[in-house]
């Protein structure tokens, strides 16, 4: 494989994809390619993991976080991002004690604690779904996978999960008689993205050159058109969703139509969505999504009742006549956490 080289080796046409959007699986089917996205497929393959339990969200774990640590919201958050960015990594409580480090010992500690709480509740964390699809993956049960030879394309977040899961997903479809995964990673010329996704791609190949039979490569150039592209770098979310807004007022500024105007976010992620929804909001800006908002477009009215113990879904009578008697929600005294 070279890094000049756009199309895989093994078929010019792949039976299955994988894509990042539901607007990516339409367009395949129009093309009479079956496809599914990443997500739902992660999110199949780790609920046969763990049929006792359901994902819970980043909004749930945040509030539990406030509630354990005595802090408001806003001061969990960063909290949760960094037990998030452990899950994704495939991080352990012990790896963490292992450091001999105070805070590794203190974030081992908190992971410890979440994961009891979250097992009481019967979920675990979404963030290392990743993890669970590929321990499915290795198991001797029946592929949710068609045969033949699938392509990862699209896929623009990479971390330890995601390359665990590709690499299982590889080596499932081999041994079910299939050709395996390719993975068509864009390679930017020109722009700011460049470096980034060239180091990507020597990351990726210097990993799976260790290996037997590895996924295979197939880099596909992507040329910069149009006005040159720029990078903003932001602290967190909030920050990022600042910046948007403020470049969205700077376009109207210069008699841009609101409505040519368009917010393309990576990934559809409600930690990013939902700042940036209160900051264009604030701002006076209309705008509307495409798709709709999701169910968990109200995250804290969703996680309440999982922090209370009670089930998902609309309340029937009788749940809301118990909650109307919990102490902590009396009138006058408020639900805190």
Known sequence: MTRGSSLPRRHERPTFLLVPTERHVEAAAHDGVEARTVRRLVAELAARERPDAAPTTPEMTRLWLARTLGLPIGRARPVDDALGLLRRSGTR????????????????????????FLASKKLWDDRQSAWLAARALREPVSSPLPGGRALLTGLTRWDAGTIALTESLHARLVADGGDGLTVELALVEGGPLEEASSALLSELEARWATLADPPELSPRIARITGERASVTAAHDAASEARVVTRIVLDALDRGTPLDAIAVVPVELSEAFLEPLRFELTRAGLPFVEPRGRP???????????????LPPGPPARNTLVAGRHTPALAPGVGFCV
């Open 93 to 116: 409580p012990e790896s963490l004690r292992a450091t001999g480090l105070e805070r590794g010992a203190w974030l081992a500690h908190l992971m410890e604690r979440a994961d009891t």
């Open 295 to 309: 169910a968990i477009a109200a995250p804290r009215a969703h996680a309440a009742p999982g922090l209370l113990g």
